[in-house]
């Protein structure tokens, strides 16, 4: 198979055929919570997640507003971008009244080159009514859900403490896509307890599912997290370098073709990372796993067919 750019479907590529130009995120923080937190589901949430739910904190200090016109100055400059998603990344952007989503998604689009939202969240915090006033908004902009999934195996989902099961993904996403919204999954590997079988289980699972993009994720230990108790104890022990590369190129080899993929490694802060440090390393990890995909012939699709996934 020959490739012209990528031997996977990327993201930048994707929306750069929408919009005829560079396009780029902007992380926003919200401010709101998650039910796997706050005593509705659970207490303490998953347990590689710290106070600041993967997010920049920024909502505290900085409006929404304000941490848009931050992030298009700064991604402005570095990528040459001239449109941009507004990108509600922490904690579950789903879960507050109704009333208060509308407010922060309409601040949102009101910024000027603000062209879509991605909306991150849990696939148990997407009510009917949710799902219609966000697909109310797919008239005039680009809108995508992204849904943390993690694993397809419910024993891993519970040693984790996530809080849903493998049904309650497959529920949200079938209602999902009945109102036309596009849906990106994200996954991570090296979860405590998986060995390579289960984790290719999960690129087989996704590939029978309609959904329209992967984000792969690295499982790294933060401070502070229950996580990093486990690796103090020795209860857990990250992923070498080498183990990772392959197991995202045979991830991808189990994929269909179409789906997008938006990601294929982690963003550690560098100030809360105990472990792995190589995962700090985001250029030479994603050169390694190209020249692993070359090397190898590997390329998105390879075990995929439309009867089966081999």
Not at 23 to 37: E, F, M, S, Y
Request: proline fraction near 3%; hydrophobic fraction near 35%.
């Amino acid at each position: 198979m020959t490739f012209v750019q990528k031997p996977y479907r990327d993201f930048n590529t994707y929306l750069r055929g929408l919009f005829g130009c560079r396009v780029q995120k902007i992380t926003v923080d919200a401010g709101l919570t998650c039910p796997n937190r706050d005593g509705k589901v659970r207490y303490g949430g998953c347990i590689y997640c710290n106070e600041r739910g993967s997010g920049t904190g920024e909502g505290k200090i900085l409006s929404i507003r304000q941490q848009l016109e931050k992030g298009k100055k700064i991604l402005g400059k570095k990528y040459k971008a001239k449109k941009f998603l507004a990108y509600f990344q922490s904690f579950s952007n789903t879960y507050a009244p109704l009333d208060r989503l509308k407010a922060m998604y309409a601040e949102a689009l009101d910024v000027s080159d603000i062209v879509g939202l991605t909306i991150g969240t849990r696939p148990d915090c997407v009510s009917e009514e949710v799902l219609d006033l966000i697909s109310g908004y797919k008239k005039s902009h680009l809108v995508w859900m992204e849904y943390g999934l993690q694993s397809a195996h419910d024993r891993t989902l519970q040693k984790i403490n996530r809080g849903h099961t493998v049904k309650d993904f497959v529920d949200a996403v079938e209602r999902t896509r009945l109102r036309d919204l596009p849906i990106c999954v994200h996954i991570i590997l090296g979860l405590p307890g998986e060995n390579r079988e289960d984790i290719l289980g999960t690129a087989r699972f996704l590939a029978r599912m309609d959904i329209q993009a992967v984000k792969i994720h690295l499982l790294y230990v933060i401070r502070g997290t229950k996580l990093h108790e486990m690796y103090k104890k020795r209860e857990y022990h990250c992923l070498n370098r080498e183990t990772y590369i392959e197991l995202v190129c045979d991830f991808l080899a189990f994929l269909p073709p179409h789906v997008i993929i938006q990601r294929l490694t982690g963003d550690p802060h560098r100030e809360e990372l105990i472990a792995p440090k190589w995962a700090l390393d985001k250029r030479h990890n994603l050169s390694s796993i190209k020249e692993h995909l070359k090397h190898y012939e590997m390329y998105q699709g390879k075990f995929y067919s439309e009867d089966k996934v081999l």
